[in-house]
């Protein structure tokens, strides 16, 4: 059972997996997305995301802060410059893992990608043209169609001459009346069952 086990020790001890992470989460701000195994991701998100709303706020004890964890400058500069401000609006959810279909040669460990949400320009890009397009055929739905052209008229009409106009009803036509039939006999055309009536 895992009763209370919030921490995926990742069979380290307690400095060697803090050194871990923190190389880790260097590495993910210096280049955007690293590959590794899922049990390492989540917990690099755990660790990294806490940071990552750290820099939001660029004084100097946020930058001390993540500094004690990451002892690394160059990725604080690059966390508290370029980062900082491209997540400045997203409330949290700043990593992706992307799970991939390979796993490690070695140990068959599963494989992810761990990324910063707010730089993969490809998934960026897709997003926001399935933005434009879903809002053009949602405008195109709600002005247009078969209903709107009906309940178009039918407040034009009341615009015009200011009554209320039932919409049209439906009318129910009647069967036309039986008429006299000829019987045709046995090698007997139409034409001549009527000539003989």
Known sequence: MRHGKKINHLGRTTAHRHAMLSNMASSLILHKRITTTVAKAK???KYVE???TKSKEDTTHSRRMVFAALQDKESIKELFGNISSKIATRPGGYTRIIKLSDT????NAEMCII?????N??????KSAAAEK???TRRSRSRGGKKATTDEAA???TEVTGEAVAPAAVVEESAPADTATE?????ESRDEAKADA
Do not use: I, N, Q
């Open 183 to 187: 019987t045709v006999k046995d090698g």
């Open 43 to 45: 917990a690099l998100r």
């Open 121 to 126: 320009e490809t998934l960026l890009e897709a």
């Open 155 to 157: 407040t034009s009409a």
């Open 115 to 119: 990324e910063l949400v707010d730089f």
């Open 134 to 136: 879903s809002t053009t």
């Open 50 to 52: 806490p940071m990552l």
């Open 104 to 107: 490690r040669l070695g140990d």
